[in-house]
């Protein structure tokens, strides 16, 4: 899929989720996601078959959706900035990750056990050293 069919500069301004149950995992998994812009849906699915994603962009928005979960509400009207499609070393598309706001990767879509797993990106900072909490207390 052409990175220029998702409908990079628009903003978010719903999401909607149907929950995978059949794993018994405490880890969240998904059989469907919508992301919803200002005129255009981005709906993921699971392939079972072959463990990849299913990209559907359609030029549509579905009804406004009141059940935004939780950990995308921090996604809501922010921007599409980009979209990367990952090929596994076996040619099989199955990761999706989105950047909202900024371009730097946001929320992570894994095609795994016939279910989307979801992870949230978040960048890593350096830990303050001992040396320096001690000299930061002294002054």
């Known amino acids: 899929m052409e990175t220029d069919e998702f409908p990079i500069g628009q903003t978010l301004t719903a999401v909607s989720v149907l929950e995978y149950k059949e794993d018994g995992s405490n880890l969240l998994s998904l059989d469907k996601i919508q992301l919803v812009f200002q005129d255009t849906t981005v709906t993921l699915l699971p392939i079972s078959d072959t ?3 299913e990209i559907l962009v359609e030029n549509a928005t579905v009804p406004a959706v009141a059940n935004t ?17 990952c090929d596994n070393d076996q040619g099989y598309q199955d990761q999706v990750i989105f950047a909202f706001e900024y371009l730097h ?5 894994v095609a795994e056990c016939s279910s989307l797993l979801v992870f949230l990106c978040e960048p890593v900072y350096r830990v303050k050293s001992v040396t320096d909490l001690q000299y930061s207390q002294v002054s």
Do not use: G, N
């Open 51 to 53: 463990d990849e994603v």
């Open 69 to 85: 979960p939780f950990w995308c509400e921090s996604f809501i009207d922010k921007k599409l900035m980009t979209v990367w499609v």
């Open 105 to 109: 990767p946001s929320i992570t879509f």
